[in-house]
């Protein structure tokens, strides 16, 4: 079957602008994650969607958004971007959410 | 608050020597967790879970709530091996993974 799908795979923006980020779960997974990995960081909890809600949502700040269809598929949208939003940015799906997430590839952000 | 802890950034061994990856945890309640790999050029992955008790490609853990502690361990290390290793961490039903900085394993030969 296939895995999680993200797209697009790299982006260049430049900052103020606001950039949307698209993920794939694999079929039947309703459970959608999104995580910010940094060299500095490392992996961070970004948010989580269950059929269309977010469950849980990571400490970052409002300019940091999410959504979920009802195809499970998911989107990110962080706006009025800053450096420091440069970042790989990893999706993950789940069945139901716990007992361990399939990852897909990332999207590589890089703002300038 | 959820916390995982890996002491070693870097672990280098030789090949067919045990190896042994630390991972230590905090939380209050029942955890569930995990370790990941990432090879070279390829996307997370997970390698095992506590709650399933399976060894997989030679890698078992235990979990010991006494010490807090998830290591992970394999008897005689081959070179494909060779991978960054991150421990995780679920609280429950809060959806999310905490993740451990990670440790880069080296097998040499």
């Known amino acids: 079957k296939a895995g999680v799908t993200q797209t697009p795979r790299y982006l260049i923006k430049t900052r103020g602008q606001q950039v949307t980020l698209s993920c794939s779960p694999i079929s039947g997974h309703r459970s959608v994650s999104w995580y910010q990995q940094t060299p500095g960081q490392g992996l961070q909890f970004l948010f989580e969607?269950?059929?269309?809600?977010?469950?849980n949502k990571g400490n970052f700040p409002g300019r940091f958004s999410g959504r979920q269809f009802s195809n499970s598929r998911s989107e990110m949208n962080v706006s009025t971007l800053e450096l420091g939003d440069s970042a790989l940015y990893l999706c993950?799906?789940?069945?139901?959410?716990?007992?361990?997430?399939?990852f897909g590839s990332g999207t590589r952000l890089t703002v300038v | 608050a959820q916390r995982v802890t890996q002491p070693e950034k870097l672990l280098s061994v030789f090949k067919g020597a045990p190896v042994e990856l630390k991972c230590n945890y905090s939380y209050s309640g029942s955890p569930e967790l995990f370790w990941y790999v990432q090879y070279s050029r390829q996307r997370l992955q997970l390698l095992l879970r506590h709650i399933s008790r399976e060894s997989i490609k030679g890698f078992t853990a235990d979990l010991n709530k006494g010490e807090t502690s998830f290591h992970l361990k394999k008897p005689f290390a081959q070179e494909e091996d060779s991978a960054m290793y991150y421990c995780a961490l679920s609280g429950g039903s809060n959806y999310k993974l905490t993740f451990g900085k990670g440790t880069l394993l080296t097998v040499n030969p």
């Open positions: 969607y269950f059929s269309e809600t977010q469950r």
């Open positions: 993950a799906s789940s069945l139901t959410g716990g007992l361990g997430y399939t």
